[in-house]
């Protein structure tokens, strides 16, 4: 089955600890997405990336960081600079050329104390 | 700040009967736009979308109508069913230049039995 997998579904780190969300993509997307979702919220942009080896700061970049060292994965560093990490982090995939749709992932919750 | 907004946060709808769920955007240069379905945690599902060049698109149960001249999207379901009770979203694609979608904040649809 073609889609995004992301790991691990619930997450939980202390405060101060760096965090690792892992995304990963076997429908052969040039661009890939993260985004971060409180509750009774929408969707914010984080980063993304068009093509591997290259991406943009999104809306709410500061306190995270990324890479796009191949173009099936795009992991999503959470750091301890981040003031308020625990929220629900999505991840999703586009062709990247049009048409535009997304194609998201399960999510995971990250929950710091 | 967000271009992409709804009408409605909550919207409670009884069973068979026909849901509306409206969207108003501001960015009038905007060419494409998506309606995505959010289960309780669950990563969004793509419903429908429609480009700038259309009025109307229909799927199955679901129509997409836009009005550019008020910046008004909205989304029809036909014959609402207690599976539609989620978290909708529309987003828009704020230039053809740019594979980003920006979010509105949701509407909540509760199906009565």
């Known amino acids: 089955d073609g889609g995004i997998t992301q790991s691990p579904k619930y997450l939980f780190r202390k405060e101060g600890q760096n965090v690792t969300l892992s995304c990963e993509q076997n429908l052969n997307h040039d661009a890939m997405y993260w985004y971060r979702q409180d509750p009774g919220q929408g969707l914010r942009l984080i980063y993304y990336s068009q093509i591997v080896n290259d991406f943009q700061k999104g809306d709410i970049a500061e306190g995270y960081s990324v890479s796009r060292e191949k173009k099936e994965s795009f992991p999503l560093t959470v750091t301890s600079a981040q003031k308020n990490p625990t929220a629900f982090y999505l991840c999703?995939?586009?062709?990247?050329?049009?048409?535009?749709?997304?194609?998201f992932g399960p999510g995971t919750r990250l929950t710091v104390t | 700040g967000e271009s992409v907004g709804l009408h409605l946060p909550t919207l409670s709808v009884q069973e068979g009967d026909n849901s509306i769920i409206n969207c108003a955007y501001s960015?009038?240069?905007?060419?494409?736009f998506i309606w995505y379905k959010q289960e309780s945690g669950k990563g969004p599902q793509f419903i429908i979308d429609?480009?700038?060049?259309?009025d109307k698109r229909q799927g199955q149960r679901v129509t997409v109508l836009l009005n550019k001249t008020v910046k008004h999207l909205s989304l029809q379901i036909a014959a609402t069913q207690p599976g539609d009770s989620a978290v909708y979203f529309c987003?828009?694609?704020?230039?053809?230049?740019?594979?980003?979608?920006?979010f509105g904040a949701g509407t909540t649809v509760t199906v009565r039995a």
């Open positions: 987003a828009e694609n704020l230039s053809s230049n740019d594979y980003k979608l920006s």
């Open positions: 999703a995939s586009s062709l990247g050329h049009g048409p535009y749709e997304q194609y």
């Open positions: 960015n009038s240069a905007s060419d494409y």
């Open positions: 429609i480009r700038s060049n259309m």
